[in-house]
């Protein structure tokens, strides 16, 4: 009989966010091993239930508590998506908690390994999102068509898109599509008002994820300018289909793209994203740094790894002979090394 995994997530498929569609993929790379199944909340029967993925640890707290006090020996595993690593620690103490419940720790990108204390690093797993491959699309030689997917939320910063196209110099030739559902009000009707005024931007709203990946596909730049991020499935899928990034310089962004990727922007700084997005505009060929460096980086967000990666995770928890007991009674990983990419 194949182990029953729920995986527990704060958003499932009407949000259409990063949390679902994580969710959304491992349920599906874990079928065929495991029964997996995904949940906005744990159910409350151990028996159930032979593991537990939990997807943010403060959000998904009561899930991750609940199902510890009712099966201290069953593996739990939490994954850090976002705000939990890089805003909740270490001031919230359902976050902390989290940490401390789990068997095993899951963060989406390098970077998030230095929000975690000394403790909670050594069973800690890096597994990169992946998404499939596309083909490059043929894009336009006379205008440099960019992208922003993300909902319009103040964590994604949409702010600094609108400021940068109120500063790009009226003749360039830059088209920017925003694709994102209106979560914030005031930021949609900024939205919506500066479409309305700017022929160079597009608010497309929230599409289907099958369309927002075409639309990265045709852009010659994907702009990603968020304040926080856990490991934007935007990037990887952006990377995946051969266009470049332009992100702000956050430890998320970093974590994905590497230290020395070429096309960062400070966080906030719409002025030097206008700068970069017209360079780009007024000559393409500065845009073959951005692709190298993307492909580069672009073994890191394949399926097969990121599938593999949860598999031996998951397998190494469940099978009896990688535990051993803790003093408290708990099945726990007997080597889980810290800044381990691919368990």
């Not at 709203?205 to 852009?219: F, K």
Request: proline letters at 8%.
């Amino acid at each position: 009989m194949k182990p029953r995994v729920v995986i527990v997530s704060p958003a499932l498929a009407d949000a259409n966010n990063g949390n679902w569609r994580t969710a959304d993929r491992w349920q599906h790379m874990l079928s065929g091993k495991f029964h997996a199944i995904v949940q906005a909340q744990w159910p409350g029967q151990a028996p159930d239930c032979d593991a537990l993925i939990a997807l943010h640890a403060r959000r998904s707290f009561p899930s991750i508590a609940a199902f510890r006090a009712a099966a201290p020996q069953r593996p739990l595993v939490v994954v850090l998506t976002g705000t939990d690593a890089y805003r909740d620690l270490p001031d919230d103490p359902d976050a902390r908690q989290a940490l401390k419940l789990a068997d095993a720790l899951v963060v989406l990108q390098e970077g998030a390994l230095d929000r975690l204390p000394a403790a909670a690093r050594r069973k800690t797993y890096v597994i990169h999102q992946s998404c499939r491959t596309l083909t490059p699309a043929k894009r336009p030689a006379r205008l440099l068509k960019c992208v922003v997917v993300g909902h319009l939320r103040e964590e994604k910063s949409p702010q600094t898109i609108f400021d940068a196209v109120a500063q790009l110099a009226p003749g360039a030739p830059v088209r920017i599509d925003h694709v994102g559902a209106p979560l914030d009000a005031g930021l949609a009707a900024q939205a919506r008002a500066l479409a309305g005024r700017a022929p160079r931007y597009r608010y497309l709203g929230a599409l289907p994820h099958a369309q927002a990946r075409q639309a990265i596909r045709r852009a010659h730049l994907l702009i990603h300018p968020s304040q926080v991020e856990g490991g934007a499935n935007a990037i990887a899928e952006a990377v995946t289909a051969g266009t470049a990034v332009l992100a702000s310089k956050i430890s998320g962004n970093v974590g994905m793209l590497g230290a020395g990727y070429p096309g960062y922007f400070e966080w906030n700084d719409a002025r030097a994203l206008a700068r970069m997005l017209e360079r780009f505009a007024a000559d393409h060929s500065l845009l073959a740094p951005l692709d190298r460096a993307i492909r580069a980086r672009a073994g890191l967000f394949d399926p097969q790894t990121e599938r593999n990666a949860l598999h031996r995770l998951l397998s190494s928890l469940l099978e009896p002979k990688a535990v051993i007991q803790s003093g408290l009674g708990r099945a726990r990983p007997r080597a889980t090394p810290a800044r381990t990419r691919n368990p």
